[in-house]
């Protein structure tokens, strides 16, 4: 499904020139669960947002589908992020004066569904996630915990093939950390593709496949669960 071939990338800063990603080559095959571990300032986040259309490589090339995607117009990358692919940030991100309901309308409305069914399928992720009773609330008017959730249906809205989750659990308590993790682990098992990035080992290992990012690089001691051997194996 998703393929990296050499991407590396280098930001410009102050006091000189960063190597967030150094040669990445990786692939990742429909419906896996892989988690992507390392230490604050290796490159994950470089390496999801990448993965997702978001930050062109400097070098390499990144396909989805077998579609090279920054070889797309910006038009056709949208569209492609827009039909294909689900975010999950530790930030949620949600707009601050949109309801919980108009937030998980907002991918919905630009994929052109009518307004009756934008506010029907808006409705019933709310409910599937236990939300039901929290429709017309705004973000500061949820629980750190509710948020995600909100984010969660927002991000299913579309009935995404891949999500990219971001440090999903990075501002939940152990107990809703354990709840998100449920709901990717359900996305995984329906037939999703779920890549997770994390910092936290414990919940690395409730992954189908674990690879390990270090200085820019996909360590070599790449971890397979016993019993889950993947389809894919990273070329390093």
């Not at 189908?208 to 669960?225: C, D, H, I, S, Y």
Request: proline share 5%.
């Amino acid at each position: 499904m998703i393929k990296a071939d050499n991407i590396t990338k280098r930001y410009q800063r102050r006091e000189g020139p960063v190597l967030a990603l150094d040669g990445v080559s990786m692939e990742i095959a429909e419906g896996e669960f892989v988690s992507i571990m390392g230490p604050s300032g290796c490159g994950k986040s470089t390496l999801l947002l990448t993965l997702g259309c978001l930050i062109r490589p400097s070098e390499g090339k990144v396909w989805l589908d077998g579609r090279s995607v920054y070889d797309l117009s910006h038009e056709e990358a949208a569209a492609l992020r827009l039909k294909s692919i689900g975010f999950v940030f530790q930030t949620f991100n949600l707009v601050p004066y949109l309801t919980a309901l108009e937030n998980v309308q907002l991918p919905l409305y630009l994929s052109g569904l009518p307004p009756a069914r934008q506010h029907a399928r808006a409705e019933q992720l709310l409910h599937q996630v236990g939300l039901g009773d929290r429709l017309s609330h705004k973000p500061s008017e949820l629980s750190v915990g509710q948020q995600q959730r909100v984010a969660l249906a927002r991000t299913l809205a579309n009935e995404p093939r891949l999500i990219l989750a971001d440090e999903p659990t990075g501002n939940l308590d152990p107990a809703l950390a354990e709840e998100m993790l449920d709901h990717l682990q359900e996305l995984h098992q329906e037939g999703v593709t779920v890549v997770m990035v994390t910092h936290d080992p414990r919940l690395a290992g409730r992954a189908q496949r674990q690879l390990r990012l270090v200085e820019g690089r996909v360590n070599a001691a790449e971890t397979v669960n016993a019993g889950q051997a993947g389809a894919v194996q990273a070329r390093l």
